[in-house]
């Protein structure tokens, strides 16, 4: 059974930066895309940035130029670096893998506000 375990949420001022963490297990990690999604209070879950495991990464372009998605296959983990955050990210962030979607995990909750 894979599990998602996402860290690294915090409270940040308008203009931060925070980097998120998942680690997954209990699959092969290499071999699948990887997706950060988010759900604000009140609004569907939708998704941030994609990796696949070979090819073009994706973002949705609220995020673009903003943030980074990576991976470290050794790792089984997979990154999102948040700069230049607005209230508007205040959400929680999950990890999953687009194509073969997994029990969510507790997600991480990012807070921006002054």
């Known amino acids: 059974q894979v599990q998602l375990v996402e860290s690294g949420g915090g409270l940040v001022q308008p203009g931060g930066s925070l980097r998120l963490s998942c680690v997954v297990s209990?699959?092969?990690?290499?071999?699948?895309?990887m997706g950060w999604y988010r759900q604000a209070p009140g609004k569907q879950r939708e998704l941030v940035a994609t990796?696949?495991?070979?090819?073009?990464?994706t973002y949705a372009d609220f995020v673009k130029g903003r943030f980074t998605i990576s991976r470290d296959n050794a790792k089984n983990t997979v990154y999102l670096q948040m700069n230049s955050l607005k209230p508007e990210d205040t959400a929680v962030y999950y990890c999953?893998?687009?194509?073969?979607?997994?029990?969510w995990g507790q997600g991480t909750q990012v807070t921006v506000s002054s």
């Open positions: 999953n893998r687009p194509k073969k979607i997994s029990t």
């Open positions: 990796i696949p495991s070979v090819g073009t990464i």
């Open positions: 209990g699959d092969i990690f290499s071999i699948y895309s």
